[in-house]
């Protein structure tokens, strides 16, 4: 079960502290898409999250929207946004975090998932040894492939919350 359990968990992309993981060494950011930058469901750009992003690059960190879906729904965002994007990232498999890893000769400490998902971005991340940052689901509604993922997550979550390993909506860093 501690696989499932992230190095951090906050409310939003927004609420994370990223001077702080600047501090703890990490250079390279993977940022899950949907529900983690904008809503599942949604094919909408947003402002904030442009204006966002060009801060963050100000802090010099390497950044890639890391996603499981399709290149023509990852490439209208990264593209908008000007950030380089993995798509069909086939998470919780290590192969594509492992190859990012690889082609920017970075060290496994160095770089950090942020996603909404236990299933795919916590696990994924968890299992090739970077550091894992989970967030709340922007939006209630998933995609479909999600769907599965969020009712074993629910179990999942169940039974940290039991053993006090993770509770809902308790943020630590
Ligand atoms: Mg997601």
Redesign the pocket.
């Given at each position: 079960m501690d696989i499932f359990i992230p190095d951090m968990y906050q409310k939003s992309i927004y609420t994370i502290d990223y001077e702080k993981l600047k501090e703890r060494g990490i250079k390279c950011l993977l940022f899950?898409?949907?529900?983690?930058l904008i809503p599942?469901r949604s094919s909408k750009k947003n402002e904030k999250l442009k204006d966002f992003f060009d801060e963050l690059k100000q802090y010099g960190f390497k950044i890639y929207i890391f996603s499981n879906s399709p290149k023509r729904r990852v490439s209208i965002f990264a593209d908008d946004l000007g950030i380089e994007y993995c798509y069909s990232a086939s998470k919780p498999l290590k192969k594509k975090f492992l190859k990012i890893v690889d082609d920017n000769d970075l060290d496994l400490s160095e770089v950090a998932i942020i996603?909404?998902?236990l299933l795919?971005?916590v696990l994924g991340g968890n299992r090739v040894g970077i550091t894992t940052i989970l967030i709340n689901?922007i939006s209630i509604k998933d995609g479909v492939q999600?769907l599965l993922n969020r009712t074993i997550e629910k179990y999942i979550i169940k039974k940290l919350t039991k053993k006090d390993l993770f509770v809902k909506g308790r943020y630590y860093e």
């Open positions: 899950d898409l949907d529900n983690t599942a996603g909404d998902q795919t971005d689901p999600t």
